[in-house]
């Protein structure tokens, strides 16, 4: 299961590549209403922070003809730009364009919380599909259920569009998701320090260094 960063911090985006964890980004309306810069000039900064690696962009029409048109902007903006669409009547129709178009843009369906919605967003053409595990979680439901069933189904119907793990919350679902299956994890970056942290290592580091000290203050080479 690979990384993505779930983040329009261009701070969290350089610390997380500097980690060498992550192999791609995905944002949405509300991360990047969260960044003071300007939005084309962030996502493409994101963009070439990336290198190459997928970063998602998501449109915010809700008819088919202004999603397609807000989407071949957002595609213009860098060659790594995959496009995010939620899912829908009008979001399947403009997927389906969207990858007959000359330059094929890749999608990303996003708000997906169903085998039903991510069965349609496959077939539609997506390049990628996202479950959101954390708002099901938050209603009640089993967020984590959701993404063994789409994987098992998915490997059953031979359909190889990758399965991303979105609205993370706790590495406890990373692990999980990555058990299921999930291709990709996309976590936020206060999920990827609580998955390094554990109190044990940092007991272990602070005993480490106190034994090491003592003996250097009994004046042992
Ligand atoms: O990638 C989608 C994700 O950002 C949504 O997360 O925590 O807002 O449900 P959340």
């Not at 209403?33 to 963009?47: G, N």
């Not at 997506?126 to 984590?144: E, K, M, N, Q, T």
Request: proline share 5%.
């Amino acid at each position: 299961m690979q990384f993505f960063l779930d983040s329009a911090n261009l701070t969290e985006i350089k610390e997380s590549l500097a980690w060498g964890v992550i192999a791609g980004v995905t944002t949405n309306p509300t991360l990047l209403s969260r960044e003071d810069s300007a939005f084309e000039l962030l996502a493409r900064e994101i963009c070439t922070l990336m290198q190459g690696s997928p970063v998602s962009l998501e449109v915010l029409a809700t008819t088919t003809d202004a999603m397609v048109e807000e989407a071949l902007k957002l595609a213009a903006l860098a060659p790594n730009v995959v496009v995010k669409i939620p899912m829908g009547g009008e979001g399947l129709k403009a997927v389906s364009r969207l990858r007959r178009e000359e330059k094929r843009v890749p999608c990303n369906v996003t708000l997906i919380f169903s085998v039903s919605q991510a069965l349609l967003a496959a077939r539609a053409g997506a390049a990628y599909i996202s479950p959101f595990i954390g708002r099901l979680d938050d209603i009640g439901w089993d967020g984590v259920g959701l993404v063994e069933e789409i994987v098992a189904v998915f490997r059953r119907q031979a359909l190889d569009t990758p399965v991303i793990a979105a609205s993370i919350r706790h590495p406890v679902h990373v692990q999980r998701v990555a058990a299921a299956g999930a291709h990709i994890a996309t976590v936020p970056f206060s999920v990827l320090q609580q998955m390094a942290a554990h109190p044990l290592t940092s007991q272990g580091v602070a005993r480490f260094l106190a034994d090491w000290t003592r003996r250097q203050g009994e004046g042992r080479p």
